[in-house]
């Protein structure tokens, strides 16, 4: 049983974290939420406190003396610095993996070890460590490969190349040039999968799962899936393609509950959400990769469609989760993100952002990700990408429809955004 009123605080200064404590603010069992760091769209609605995400002695300090009882973590850097292990080695409830499970997500070779000897079907690999043998190997390959980095590198790390020469060019950038740091210093070549691509979401608490309605984003810059990868252009659901409630069972037979096993087993539980990316061919349904947290964008587009999810999330923390999936109470939603150019070849802060008032006016709910308040008072840029206008409604058509009208009504100098999502 809860102990309401509920005080959480939700660890991150993104899109996703300010979804989060929107939706957790929504909830009756919560009191109050806080936002550490946060940004300048989560505090109309959580309390912003200035600790960083990947400072785990603050953040313990913060919940000890906010009197917090469930901690929500975002971002996948609070996970690899150990953020939960700290939290729980302190007696406060946290929805999110340890260091040694989030694994899943921050080491791409571990993830598809574990699938292989689970034989969960993933797309064939080769893992380097060295870049000669890397690049020697792709100059004997034909035709389109991915190049993976295997650690963390903020939604960038996959390159889905038309053939061996680009695929070198990509293993130099990560592994001699070291464009993505530590990340970039080991790589996977894959196999291209095709097929329809969706993101399923499972809520964990170490032994059992909870399905959330799947999504499918979209992460090449510009329309019709050209340019660089991003952090995420924008996502909906449901996903076109596919059977949401069979795709869901499925997920969690043949992938999610296998999986929660072997991690028991190997004595790192994971608790928190699990983010299964999957391709699904001819009634076989492949994982792309692993996530140790909610997606981003789709976390912003499937949250506004769900009741209260702070029940599962506050039992999945403490290993005993029982509540059902939480009701779906809108069938569709869209959400569009706007980004300021060059993204994602740099980043240039500043200046202000106007029309979100308009564009929620007209029914959207707009979270912002990379925004800062501005010394007038109103939302700056502080990020590449800025925000996402999310829409919900009765169908997708309807839904996209509305989104694109609130991002009309929004405005910031050099203000980009694809026009295809959900088309």
Not at 60 to 83: C, M, N, Y
Not at 185 to 193: I, K, P, S
Not at 263 to 275: K, S, V
Request: charged letters at 20%; glycine letters at 14%.
């Amino acid at each position: 049983m809860i102990a309401s009123p509920l005080r959480v605080l939700v660890v991150g200064g993104g899109g996703r974290e300010h979804a989060l404590a929107w939706a957790c603010g929504r909830s009756p069992l919560v009191e109050e939420v806080l936002c550490a760091p946060g940004n300048g769209g989560s505090a109309e609605v959580a309390r912003n406190v200035p600790v960083e995400a990947t400072d785990a002695s603050g953040l313990v300090r913060l919940a000890q003396e906010e009197r917090i009882g469930l901690v929500v973590l975002g971002p996948d850097q609070a996970i690899a610095a150990g953020v939960g292990d700290a939290l729980v080695e302190s007696g406060i409830p946290c929805f999110g993996p340890s260091r040694a499970a989030g694994e899943l997500e921050t080491s791409k070779s571990f993830a598809k070890e574990l699938l292989l000897r689970l034989a969960i079907p993933t797309a064939p690999f080769v893992v380097f460590r060295d870049p000669a043998l890397a690049l020697e190997h792709l100059g004997s390959r034909e035709g389109p490969v991915v190049v993976k980095a295997d650690g963390l590198a903020l939604g960038k790390g996959a390159f889905v190349c038309s053939g061996p020469e680009e695929a070198q060019a990509v293993v130099r950038r990560l592994m001699v040039d070291g464009e993505l740091g530590e990340a970039g210093r080991a790589v996977l070549v894959e196999e291209v999968l095709s097929g329809e691509e969706v993101s399923c979401f499972a809520v964990c608490d170490g032994t059992r799962a909870v399905m959330l309605p799947p999504a499918r984003d979209y992460k090449r810059a510009l329309d019709q899936d050209q340019g660089e990868n991003t952090g995420g252009m924008g996502g909906f659901t449901p996903p076109s393609g596919v059977d949401p409630q069979v795709l869901n069972r499925r997920v969690q037979q043949e992938i999610v509950e296998p999986v929660l096993l072997e991690m028991a087993r190997l004595g790192r539980p994971y608790r928190g959400c699990l983010y299964v990316g999957c391709m699904v061919q001819a009634g076989v349904i492949s994982v792309l990769e692993f996530n140790a947290r909610f997606g981003d964008p789709e976390a912003e587009v499937l949250l506004p469609t769900l009741s209260d999810l702070v029940p599962c999330l506050w039992e999945a923390a403490r290993g005993e989760l029982r509540s059902p999936q939480p009701t779906q109470m809108e069938r569709a939603a869209v959400g569009v993100v706007a980004v300021r150019e060059p993204y994602p070849q740099a980043v240039v802060p500043g200046g202000g952002i106007e029309g979100v008032e308009r564009a929620e006016a007209l029914g959207c709910r707009v979270f912002h990700m990379g925004t800062r308040k501005g010394k007038g008072g109103g939302p700056e840029v502080a990020g590449g990408r800025v925000l996402i206008c999310v829409a919900t409604g009765r169908d997708l058509a309807a839904a996209r429809h509305q989104a694109y009208s609130g991002i009309s009504l929004i405005h910031f100098q050099g203000m980009r955004y694809r026009t295809d999502i959900a088309l």
